[in-house]
Structures are given as structure tokens and as C-alpha cells.
């Protein structure tokens, strides 16, 4: 099993940066994949970006590249996604999520946070 817990979200202006971390836990981290995905009211959930936690490979959707970041922190077993100029199209709930594969597919990971709002003004 892994515990996946999300936090960072909030309000923020168009433009503006959030932080989001992942804390994960349970069983060996270096065997997983991390993702991180979002959710729009009415829409379906999609992918954001994706880590290899062991050799720290990443891949983004196009609509965040050159915009958001994923890294890792070994130390403190946390995922971050760091997200600059935002746009109000980004507003949703964000989930990370862990699994075995590099996919950008939501049946692909089987593991899931809580999930964090971000929500962003125009």
C-alpha cells in the first residue's frame, strides 16, 4: 500500500505561482511512478505531469509544459508540483497518484490522494 497526501492548493490570481506536495508513504517509493492530475466541474480527470521516482525522469501534458515542474525529494519522500503563470483554464482539483507504469492513463495508477483545489482568477 501507498498514502498518498496532497496540500498546497488555494486561491490564486492569473499569473501568479502555487506549490503543490505530495507526501507519500508506505511501501518502496523507487518501484513507482508519480503523477499528478486534475479534475475540472464536469470534466473528466487528466493527466498533469508524471516522475519516475527512481531515476527522476518527467513528462507533461502540453498544456502546462514550460509552465509547471514535477520534481521528488528522496529525503523528505514528497512529490512537488510547481505551477507558474497560471490561467484561469487551470483551475480544478489536483490529485497525485502513484503506479507502476509511465503512463499518462488514470486506470494506469493505483494509488490516490485526497486531492487540493487550486483555483485561479482572472
Known amino acids: 500500500q501507498v498514502q498518498l497526501v496532497e496540500s498546497g492548493g488555494g486561491l490564486v490570481q492569473a499569473g501568479g505561482s502555487l506549490r503543490l506536495s505530495c507526501a507519500a508513504s508506505?511501501?518502496?517509493?523507487?518501484?513507482?511512478?508519480m503523477g499528478w492530475f486534475r479534475q475540472a466541474p464536469g470534466k473528466e480527470r487528466d493527466f498533469v505531469a508524471r516522475?519516475?521516482?527512481?531515476?527522476?525522469?518527467?513528462n507533461y501534458a502540453d498544456s502546462v509544459k514550460g509552465r509547471f515542474t514535477i520534481s521528488r525529494d528522496n529525503a523528505q519522500n514528497t512529490v512537488i508540483l510547481q505551477m507558474d503563470s497560471l490561467k484561469p483554464e487551470d483551475t480544478a482539483v489536483y490529485y497525485c497518484?502513484?503506479?507502476?507504469?509511465?503512463?499518462?492513463?488514470?486506470?494506469?495508477?493505483?494509488?490516490w490522494g485526497q486531492g487540493t483545489q487550486v483555483t485561479v482568477s482572472s
Open positions: 497518484a502513484a503506479g507502476a507504469l509511465r503512463s499518462e492513463k488514470v486506470d494506469d495508477y493505483n494509488y
Open positions: 516522475i519516475n521516482w527512481s531515476s527522476g525522469l518527467r
Open positions: 508506505g511501501r518502496t517509493l523507487s518501484r513507482y511512478v
